[in-house]
């Protein structure tokens, strides 16, 4: 298996970014009222920020292989969590096909907005020091859209 390099892993996050716009948008035009549909906009078109911030990134960071005497283990655990949790379209795409409802849909993207978190603040390892407070900025950014979304579910439950 040829493990991922820095670039690679910032396309991963833009995937990621898109994955979620598709998710949200796919919600917006199936939410029947207006507050659903806008919360479920907003959230589309945060992803669509994040994702043109790491598509500039993507031009910043190496494109060469890493030092697999240093970065082998943990990029083959970064290779792993790409290939298993994030984009295993498989589980991704079949977990998407069965939600129907509302309260499936919140629970799906507060899932998918924890494992982004996860992955961004892995990533820092990889890109420039001058570019991590961006991947922070953004890292916020996914825990308030965590938290939004919670509230969004308590607010449904109520």
Not at 24 to 38: F, L, V
Not at 52 to 73: I, K
């Amino acid at each position: 298996m040829s493990l991922l390099n820095a670039r690679q892993l910032v396309r991963q996050a833009i995937r990621l970014e898109e994955n979620g716009e598709r998710f949200y948008r796919r919600w917006t035009e199936r939410a029947d009222d207006p507050d659903n549909k806008e919360f479920f906009l907003y959230l589309a078109d945060e992803e669509v920020k994040h994702r043109r911030l790491f598509e500039n990134l993507a031009e910043e960071v190496s494109d060469c292989p890493m030092d697999t005497e240093v970065y082998g283990e943990y990029m083959a655990y970064m290779q792993g969590f790409v290939d298993d949790t994030l984009f295993n379209e498989k589980v991704y795409g079949g977990e998407m096909e069965k939600i129907n409802t509302l309260p499936e849909a919140v629970e799906f993207a507060m899932r998918q907005e924890l494992d982004s978190v996860l992955f961004y603040l892995e990533l820092k390892t990889f890109v420039p020091s001058a570019q991590e407070e961006m991947i922070e900025a953004i890292v916020k950014e996914e825990r308030c859209h965590y938290a939004s979304l919670l509230k969004f579910k308590r607010d449904l439950n109520a």
